[in-house]
């Protein structure tokens, strides 16, 4: 660790995070960030899409009060970056990290969030549900009336992650429109949000809901026993949380610190234990990126922190996608 | 647009004093005052020249709304300038152009969800107006029994963001709630489906009832009551008295009250948004929602545009208001001879249908959505084949006091509700006075700008202040502190308190005021020593009201609320993403009993003075 | 025929018993002025007939309908009283025009509109506002508003009609032809009054029967000559009439007969309230103004007195009397200079009562 | 010295004239009284002096300062003028006890609260409200209730003090009392008063100055005396006094001097309105009822008459007299029983205006 960082950023005192994370699942790395430098976090949880617009707009009235953004929107961070508003900085903890989680020393993948399938424990069991993602297809297809208006899953349209997760899997799967027709053919409900989906599936009004962020889920289901989570084991696509220092930073040295932090074995630990599954392989209390590929049966495929993450942000191609979606569902 | 107000001044002219009309100029010019035909030919075909209005604090009445307007406007009108932008306003790629106009104006969606809309929020008024109206009644003007226990019963429905409350909806009448499934057990259906139109309708409908509540017996009970017993001695039974005294007298607030609504319905986001989108029912707000990610990043044209159309939809309803109401002294009722306030009797049958009627609606608004609020803070599992017995936990709440930005969203809240609502009953009842018993050209900017706000969603409102608070240069530093998201609220609250306050200074008959003038009091003595303390129970209501809307509000807050700065109903919001609806569930229990215990608290102040 | 039987009613407000057992009948076809000292129960009892107070205790009977009984709780609503109540404070309704306001009852009881439409009117033309139906209560002055409210009570022929001080704000003229009309009326519609007033000589003029109240309960009860000239206490004495009130000192009785003086004058008169005179004790006599001649003229019985004033008053004049403490007042048709007069009182025009505080 | 000019005052309200140039003055120490038929205007004549109304047209000063100039557009506000005001609908505060609304132009006007106490305390006992004081307006009787705006108008001694109507709730035993105070207050603090009433003879008695208005226009002015025994015109004969209005035929027309029958009766009488009376055409009589003497014995000089019936009056008895189409009312002291009788009518008390429609 650099000291003169650590001394700059102190004097500093403060650093401003524009986060989607809820402070309750972070709560663990702020109190041990502050613990540990005496810097106070001005936690800001705005959502992906606050985060997004708050910086873009501080920029615009030269107000800068972000310091870092740490958002679950890959593709949201990776248009902040491609804008200009964020700085380069090599962090010395960026080689702690895997590949695919830094692009070019500017983006940072913090965790590793599997997307999997929550169910009702009480209408499914385990051993029915499939183990792979070509087995879901078929599982949606064949069991037509039991899960009919039964089925949840994230509305692209309206909810940012839901797009990610539609989108990366069409990007890599030739059968997700298969899968997207057999949802459409059990006529699935869309939910904006995942509290929305959760909430059916625990009161048995939906049987299962797909592509969810599994990460929730497995805290999910330690409180609520109707609850089950499911990954398959061929394809478990992973999104991860992107932090940024962005461009004009008030506090650039806390920010620096910050996000060397997130991914320091401390950070990381700290975030496991909140139930974010870290992306190091050394950080322990939760999952890590090893043991979480334990828990899902080893197909574990982490989204690359690249250029690819702009592919729908054209419009033309996003609305091409959208349209294709909502036929497939019969919308 | 200027010659139209010219026109409508004039017809509304003619109802006022002192108003010139061409039946006056001919009597001017028959007349054989000698001393006036010198003048009269002058005059001869004009009224003679109005007299200046001295001593009408004319002065304050200027500053005061146009201070308002320029608070409601800002943020407007910077809506009205995003929409005919091709990007961000701030965006220097940004340019002017009607794409975002063509865009919404040939999306299909735009057309159906508008339509959805518009159904929706009518049938919502037709349910939540006459029920609103009759409990109004019940409460203020009869001897119904525990008066006291319904008066803050009947508010309960309000406490609750929409969102929360659709939320409670399900899970006690959802497909899996724990009623429906009982009623399955029962009759081996369940006979209704929440998420439907209907559903939405109808809960909206309920849920409202309070909204509408609040404006109608807030104007009943300062009714004199001998209007109504002359009534019940012409031969009047209570209904017809009811139907033909009380409730025209209370027009001001019952036709207010049904324009606020119609705006509501527009604007409603959270039932909807639980109820209707999972299969694909979508109305304005939900469509400006999904705008906001259908491009991937947001699309503030887009939303803009929409939110147009909601203005506009304001400006007829504004119109049509004004109309109705244009003879206000026609509703002063509170007169100088003190008249007794005596309650009807309704008799024994008539208790018996009367508190039969507001217990079933008490039990569909009230009951049903809090109940389910309330079992799903006390349990982590729920709805088919889970016995909630064994799934009780205290876990929630303890979680709650775990995370400091809950604990302080709640302080935040507390402090913005009580004290911030009370301040803005101050400022609202500022702008009341203002527009007491003037005519002018300011009083119609009043009556548009404080229906404006309601209609636009608090999402893009609260949007346009976080806009406002960072580019203009010297609120920037007040964006970080509550005071920001203050200034919001009073803003997106004026249309509740300020006409609530309206609606009860109309009825402060106008000799009280002239006699004060006439015993020496200024303007200002006159509003300070016997208008205000008149309508003092209506401030009590007011401030409750406006505590309740502050508590509750939700989307005003999710762009202006920060580190330090959070308040309960945005922080719901956030979590509602994570899915933490335990939490969520905890906190909006939370919140009523926070609400109500604010509400008795007002009411007892309110009620003490009112004695 | 007994249209009204009022029994011992007794009303409580605010803590304060108002009615302290009011009792009276009231005959169709004629007309009861209700007496009384301002705050002294008129507007409670008429409020309690009409069925907008509830008494505590008490009967009363319209027709024959018991409408109240204290007892076995029975309380009609006012609605199906069938009464006609005109309100002190007029109670019109603001939102509504003349023409709806008069016409509210009528419709109330199913008359086809055209009939209401040819019945208001007519009744509004009765009283002088034929040209103000359009118009809102708030556009009226108030003699035209208190019309309209005697009209409302009026149209629908109520069997029972409560006045509270209808005629309050009309002039002379207007009062005047209004009383006969609604006097007419009730003669013609065989209904029964109830007339609340402030106005002794509309009281007199107007009533067959005079009810006197003072402090909630009813002290006096007959013709209006009864009353006028039979007073049974200070109080109804005092109340009517233009009167002189004598304090002074019990000089001889005997019997009904008693000399009252003071210093330098003495008056033979009658007793009326035995209770509290006797020989030597104060006392205060009551005499009606027009019972005093005056005349600047020695006169046979007269009393010499001193002239201090004619006052002029219209239709005659006023003179100031005085004898020693003996203050008087008394009328004639000429002016009178100020100085010697002799003053003429009978004996039995000097009523004598206890001493009042 | 003069207190009040009121000139030219013209007032529209509601697209309609209501004060069509009303002009008057108002002298220190004085009562001016303002009658007129209901609906003439009082009110609004009122609320101009007050500045509760703009007029249009006119000017009015009070004291040495202009409130109210059309022309130079000055209009002072209400509580610049020094005025009292006593409402004809009270327009207390229901929000205040008694005490409050009583003392509050005291205190606006800087009096200290001790001394406020004991003024307002002395006023209202004089009023006979002593005990009421800790009140609310809805828990007085209407009597009370005026009184109670009696005393706040006057607690603080304004300059001009308008009364509108504010005896109209009171029994005449108090309603004398509060005149004869009202007036003594007048005359001692020098201020000058404006009276609205309906009753003529409140106006005659306690006015030391009459203004009579007819629909928004003041047709005669003077004192009591004046305009009750010169009236100008019919209105004013027949709005003053207790009058027989009689219908006829000009028999015999010279110079003021005039002769009016009609079938059966002709009575000589005085032209008093010239315009339209000329020989042979129809003609209104107006005779004050006081005017003239009955006696069931043979009058030299009288009228025989048929006496329909006799009516007690309280202090007088009525008389019904008619002869032919001549229909009369008159007054005595004595009940006579119907049949013939001769009446004695004074042939200048016989009014002759032109006929009335
Ligand atoms: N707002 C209004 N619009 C139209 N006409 C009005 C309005 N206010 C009053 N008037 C009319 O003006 C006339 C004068 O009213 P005002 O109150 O001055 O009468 P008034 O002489 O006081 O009568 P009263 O003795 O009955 O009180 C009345 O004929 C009334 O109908
Ligand atoms: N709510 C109340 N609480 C206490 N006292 C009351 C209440 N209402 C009326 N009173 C008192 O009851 C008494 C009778 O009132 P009421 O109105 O019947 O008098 P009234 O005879 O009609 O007098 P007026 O001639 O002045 O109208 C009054 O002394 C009044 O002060
Ligand atoms: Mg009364
Ligand atoms: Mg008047």
């Known amino acids: 660790q650099d000291a003169a960082l650590i001394e700059a950023a102190k004097k500093e005192g403060t650093v401003s995070v524009y986060t989607s994370t809820d402070s309750a699942q972070s709560q663990k790395l702020q109190d041990a ?4 430098y005496g810097i106070a976090i001005a936690y800001n949880d705005l959502g992906t899409n606050g985060a997004y617009n708050q910086v873009i707009s501080e920029a615009a009235a030269g107000q800068v009060t972000a310091d870092v953004v740490w958002s679950s929107a890959m593709d949201l961070q990776m248009t902040l970056v491609k804008d200009g508003y964020a700085q380069e900085y090599a962090s010395p903890e960026a080689a702690n990290i895997p590949a695919w989680a830094n692009y070019k020393n500017i983006l940072f993948g913090t965790t590793v969030e599997p997307i999997g399938v929550i169910y009702n424990t009480k209408a499914l069991t385990e051993d029915r549900l499939p183990k792979t993602y070509a087995d879901m297809i078929t599982f949606l297809k064949n069991n037509k009336t039991e899960l009919q208006g039964k089925v949840a899953t994230f509305d692209p349209e309206k909810s940012g992650s839901g797009f990610l997760h539609h989108s990366n899997d069409a990007r890599q799967r030739k059968d997700f429109w298969d899968l997207a027709k057999a949802l459409g053919e059990d006529g699935a409900k869309i939910y904006s949000s995942s509290g929305g989906m959760k909430e059916t599936v625990v009161s048995g009004e939906n049987v299962m809901a797909i592509n ?84 899902v049966g080893g197909g574990l495929k982490p989204i690359t922190v690249d250029e690819g993450l702009l592919d729908y942000m054209e419009p033309t191609k996003r609305v091409q996608f959208l349209n294709d979606w909502k036929a497939a569902l019969g919308r | 647009m200027g010659l139209r107000i010219a026109a409508r001044q004039r017809a509304r002219a003619a109802l006022l004093p002192p108003q010139p009309t061409a039946k006056a100029t001919d009597m001017n010019v028959q007349t054989q005052n000698p001393a006036l035909s010198a003048v009269g030919v002058a005059h001869a075909h004009h009224y003679p020249a109005k007299m200046p209005v001295v001593g009408n604090a004319r002065l304050y009445r200027i500053v005061v709304i146009g201070l308002l307007a320029l608070a409601v406007l800002t943020p407007v009108g910077l809506i009205i300038y995003q929409s005919f932008l091709t990007g961000p306003f701030f965006s220097p790629r940004a340019a002017f152009g009607l794409d975002a106009y063509s865009y919404v104006f040939t999306d299909r969606n735009f057309y159906k969800a508008l339509g959805t809309t518009t159904v929706s929020a009518f049938g919502m008024v037709a349910i939540a107006v006459p029920l609103g109206g009759l409990l109004s009644f019940l409460i203020t003007r009869t001897d119904i029994r525990f008066k006291r226990l319904l008066e803050i019963l009947v508010l309960v429905p309000m406490f609750i963001s929409s969102i929360v409350l659709a939320f409670g909806y399900t899970v006690s009448v959802g497909p899996t709630g724990f009623l429906s499934l009982a009623m399955r057990d029962i009759i081996g259906i369940v006979p209704w489906n929440i998420y439907s139109l209907t559903g939405m309708i109808v809960i909206a409908g309920l849920s409202h009832v309070p909204h509408v509540y609040l404006y109608v017996s807030s104007a009943m009970r300062s009714l004199p009551s001998d209007l109504e017993e002359a009534a019940r001695t012409s031969g009047a039974s209570i209904w017809q008295v009811s139907r033909d005294v009380t409730l025209p007298m209370v027009l001001p607030s019952i036709v207010f009250a049904a324009s606020l609504n119609v705006l509501l319905g527009f604007e409603t986001f959270g039932i909807p948004l639980v109820l209707g989108d999972p299969n694909g029912i979508m109305v304005l707000t939900t469509y400006i929602y999904k705008l906001t990610t259908l491009f991937g990043t947001p699309t503030y044209q887009l939303m803009a545009v929409v939110a147009v159309v909601l203005l506009l939809i304001t400006l007829p309803l504004v119109w ?32 018996l249908v009367a508190l039969g009627i507001i217990g079933l609606w008490l039990f569909v608004s009230v009951v049903l959505p809090i109940g389910g609020i309330t079992v799903r803070a006390f349990v982590d599992a729920w709805g088919e084949g889970v016995n909630l017995l064994d799934q009780l936990t205290l876990a929630n709440f303890v979680r709650l006091t775990e995370v400091p930005s809950l604990v302080r969203g709640m302080i935040n809240t507390v402090i913005l509700s009580v004290v911030g609502g009370a301040v803005a009953v101050g400022i609202y009842l500022l702008v009341g006075l203002a527009g007491h018993r003037n005519h002018g050209l300011s009083n119609t900017v009043l009556d548009y700008i404080v229906l404006l706000p309601r209609a636009l969603p608090g999402l893009v409102i609260g949007l346009a202040f976080f806009w406002v608070f960072l580019f203009v240069p010297f609120l920037t530093p007040l964006r970080p502190t509550l005071f920001s998201l203050f200034i919001a609220y009073v803003v997106v609250g004026l249309s509740y308190g300020l006409r609530l306050l309206q609606g009860t200074l109309i009825q402060v008959a106008p000799e009280l005021e002239e006699s004060a003038r006439t015993t020496g009091a200024t303007i200002g003595r006159t509003w300070r020593d016997i208008v205000i303390p008149i309508v003092r129970p209506g401030l009590a209501g007011a401030w409750a009201l406006i505590m309740i809307i502050f508590l509750r509000e939700y989307a005003t807050g999710v762009y202006l609320m920060g580190a330090g700065t959070e308040v309960i109903g945005s922080l719901m919001v956030s979590l509602l993403t994570t899915g933490a609806m335990n939490t969520i569930a905890a906190l909006a229990l939370i919140s009523i009993v926070l609400t109500g215990a604010g509400l008795a608290l007002a009411l007892r102040l309110g009620a003490r003075i009112h004695d | 025929m007994t249209e009204l039987v009022v029994n011992n009613v007794q009303k409580w407000l605010g ?18 002025a209700l007496l009384g000292a301002s705050g002294s129960g008129k507007t409670t009892l008429l409020r309690c007939v009409a069925g907008l107070e509830q008494p505590e205790i008490g009967r009363i009977v319209i027709g024959d309908r018991t409408v109240l009984d204290g007892e076995r709780k029975i309380a009609l609503p006012p609605e199906q009283r069938n009464i006609g109540l005109v ?55 108030g003699g035209q508003q208190q019309r309209v409210a005697i009209c409302r009570a009026l149209v629908y022929e109520p069997r029972v009609l409560l006045l509270d001080e209808p005629l309050s704000n009309l002039d002379a003229k207007l009062r005047e032809e209004a009383r006969y009309w609604i006097r007419k009326l009730i003669l013609d519609l065989e209904i029964c009054a109830i007339l609340v007033t402030h106005d002794q000589s509309e009281a007199l003029a107007a009533a067959d029967n005079i009810l006197l109240l003072q402090d909630g309960r009813i002290v006096q009860q007959g013709t209006p000559q009864e009353i006028y000239s039979n007073p049974n206490s200070f109080y109804s004495a005092d109340f009517l009439g233009a009167n002189n009130i004598i304090k002074g000192r019990v000089q001889t009785l005997d019997g009904a007969k008693a000399t009252i003086g003071g210093e330098g004058w003495s008056l033979p008169g009658v007793v009326r309230d035995a209770a509290g005179v006797s020989g030597n004790s104060d006392a205060t006599a009551v005499i009606r103004v027009e019972q005093i001649s005056v005349s600047d003229k ?60």
């Open chain 2, 320 to 351: 049509m208001q004004r109309r109705l109401l244009r003879n206000a002294r026609r509703y002063a009722a509170l007169g100088g001879k003190g008249a007794r306030v005596a309650t009807l009797k309704l008799g024994r049958n008539g208790q």
């Open chain 3, 87 to 141: 309100f002190q404070s007029y109670a019109l309704w603001p939102h509504r025009t003349v023409r709806e306001n008069v016409g509210y009852g009528l419709k109330l009881r199913g008359v086809a509109s055209a009939e209401i439409g040819s019945r208001v009117q007519a009744i509004l033309e009765r009283l002088g506002l034929g040209h103000l139906a359009d118009r809102y209560p708030s556009q009226l002055s």
């Open chain 1, 212 to 295: 969810i962020i599994g990460s929730y889920a497995l805290d999910w289901v330690k409180e609520s026993p109707n609850l089950g989570v499911h990954f398959a084991s061929d394809y478990t696509p992973a999104f991860s949380r992107l932090a940024l220092v962005v461009n004009n930073a008030p506090n650039p040295n806390a920010a620096k610190l910050f996000v060397d932090f997130l991914l320091s074995q401390e950070g990381q630990s700290a975030l496991a234990e909140g139930g974010l599954p870290a992306v190091r392989k050394d950080a322990t209390g939760g999952l890590n990126i090893d043991t979480l590929n334990e828990r």
């Open chain 3, 298 to 357: 020695a006169m046979e019985g007269g009393i010499e007195m001193d002239l201090d004033d004619s006052i002029y008053l219209g239709d005659r004049w006023e003179y100031r009397l005085h004898r020693g403490g003996l203050i008087a007042k008394a009328n004639g048709a000429l002016q009178i200079a100020p100085g010697k007069v002799w003053a003429w009182i009978p004996s039995d025009a000097v009523w004598v009562f206890p001493a009042q505080k």
């Open chain 1, 33 to 36: 960030f502050t613990k540990r």
């Open chain 3, 15 to 32: 803590g304060l018993q108002i009615l302290k057992g009011a009792s009276f009948t009231a005959e169709r076809g004629s007309i009861v």
